[in-house]
T-cell receptor, first 113, second 116 residues
């Protein structure tokens, strides 16, 4: 099935641990994005990649790093997890043209204890 | 910068009643506007979008929205609610029309409850 695939779906980390969230799309999209969703705050952009080889900070980048491994894959890394990073993380992709909107993955629910 | 405001974090309607979810936007350039729906424990799915063609936009599952420039609004409606419409709905506006990536800015969401 064409779309955006995120792994893992659920994860529990201890404070200070590190992990990488994986995202892959098979729609030949140019742009990819990482958002976090918190109750009452909607979706906030963490990082995005306009095209292969480029990455830029979004609204809430602190505590995260990203890698655009190739056109298909865009990973999000938490180097030293904090309880404030407990959230649902969504990866999305788009053609890069504004009017086309995004295709979203099903999300990763992360809890940091 | 662009932003959206969704009025009402929770809306409750009876099955068969009109659904009206409100969205107002702020944009310094002509916007592209989107409505997404999120069912429990799922990702976001595109309902409909306004891209400067017709101001009345029809989407999936019987939803539609009207772009009103004078009111800077893009409210989502459905004539008759169904139990399966219970979900969270997000309005979004395009962020950077001059950049190389279409960054969307999302509202805080409206949770729709449908009762018998």
């Amino acid at each position: 099935n064409a779309g955006v695939t995120q792994t893992p779906k659920f994860q529990v980390l201890k404070t200070g641990q590190s992990m990488t969230l994986q995202c892959a799309q098979d729609m030949n999209h140019n742009s990819m994005y990482w958002y976090r969703q918190d109750p009452g705050m909607g979706l906030r952009l963490i990082y995005y990649s306009a095209s292969e080889g480029t990455t830029d900070k979004g609204e809430v980048p602190n505590g995260y790093n990203v890698s655009r491994l190739n056109k298909r894959e865009f990973s999000l890394r938490l180097e030293s997890a904090a309880p404030s990073q407990t959230s649902v993380y969504f990866c999305a992709s788009s053609t890069g043209r504004t009017k086309n909107g995004y295709t979203f993955g099903s999300g990763t629910r992360l809890t940091v204890v | 910068a662009q932003s959206v405001t969704q009025l009402g974090s929770h809306v409750s309607v009876s099955e068969g009643a009109l659904v009206l979810l409100r969205c107002n936007y702020s944009s310094s350039v002509p916007p592209y506007l989107f409505w997404y729906v999120q069912y429990p424990n799922q990702g976001l799915q595109l309902l409909l979008k306004y891209t400067s063609a017709a101001t009345l936009v029809k989407g999936i599952n019987g939803f539609e929205a009207e772009f009103k420039k004078s009111e800077t609004s893009f409210h989502l409606t459905k004539p008759s609610a169904h139990m399966s419409d219970a979900a969270e709905y997000f309005c979004a506006v395009s962020g950077d029309l001059t950049g190389t990536a279409s960054k969307l800015t999302f509202g805080t969401g409206t949770r729709l409850q449908v009762t018998l």
